[in-house]
C-alpha cells in the first residue's frame, strides 16, 4: 500500500518536478536575438518539496519600435507554454528610460502595447521620475523619484487614460510626499481636496484617496520641536476639521511628531476618526511617550465612532 501511494505522489507531482533548464535557455537565447532586444534575464524555481514555483522574465528594449516589441511579446507568449507548471509569473519590459510595463496575469499583446504607448507618451511629457505600468483589469501605475509635486503626475496620467477611466495610481516624489490614488478622480474634486489639505496646519507625508475622498493620511510637524500635547492636540483636532470625514468616508490619521522620541518613548499616534477599525493595530500605547497616549485618546474620544 505505501508503495501504491508513493506512486500515486510521484505522479501527481510529476509536473512539479520538471527541469526547465533548457526551455528558459532556450527562451532566453531567442528573445535575446530578437530585433530591439538590449538583454534578458530569465529565473525560475520548481521546487515541490519547498513549495516554490515560479517564472521571472525581464527583458530591456528601451529603443525598440512598436512593431518590434509585438513580436517580441507574441514569441514570450508562445514560448510560455513551455513553462505550464509554473502558475507564478512575472513579466517585466523595459521600454524607455523611465519607462517599465509588466504582468503577473494578464500577459496579452493589446494590453501590454496600449501600456507601453502610454509609459512613453508620459516619460516624454513629465521630465523626470520613473514610470511603471502593471498591467491588469484596473492597471497599478507607479510613479517614482519625481522632483515636481504630486499634481504634474497625476494630470498627465489622467489625460493618457481618459477622466473616467479606472486605475490605481501611486505616486512618490523626493520632496513633496506621496499620493495613491484610485482613479477616477475628476480634477475638480482633486483641486478641492488639495485645497483642503494646504489648510491643514501639519505637513503631509502620505495621502490615500479612494472613492473621491481621503481615507488616509500620515502627518508630522513642519518644524522640530519638543512635543507639545496641547499644539498637538490642536492641530490634529484642526486637521480632522477640515477634512471632514463621515461614516461613509472615515479618515485614518496617523501622525509623527518632530522631535520623534520622550524618553525613549515615541511621539506618534493614530485615529480612526469617523469609523471604528483598529483590528490591525500601527501604533501600541506602550510605546508611546505620556503626552503622546494623553493625545491619541482625546483625539480617539472626540473623533473615532467606538463606544
Known sequence: MLAAVAALVLTACSSLLTDYRAEAERLEKEISAMPGVQSVDVAYVSDFFLGDHYFRLGAHLPDATEPQISDVINRIKELLRNFGGLRDRSIELVVGDRARVGTTKYFEVAPFLDAIRNVRQYTASVPDGGIFWDVRPTPAISVSDGKTSTAEPLAAIRAMIGATTAAHVSIETT?????????????????????????????????VIEDSYVSELSVRNRVPSTFDPDLAYDQLADTVKK?????DHPLRLRWTWLFFYTDGKANEGFVHAAGCDYSIPTVFDDALSGPALTVQRRMRDEFDTCQ
Open 243 to 247: 477634512l471632514g470625514p463621515t461614516t
Open 175 to 207: 520632496e513633496h510626499g506621496q499620493w495613491s490614488v484610485d482613479l477616477p478622480l475628476s480634477a475638480e474634486r482633486e483641486a478641492e481636496l488639495r485645497r483642503q489639505l494646504s489648510e491643514i496646519p501639519l505637513a503631509t507625508m502620505m495621502v
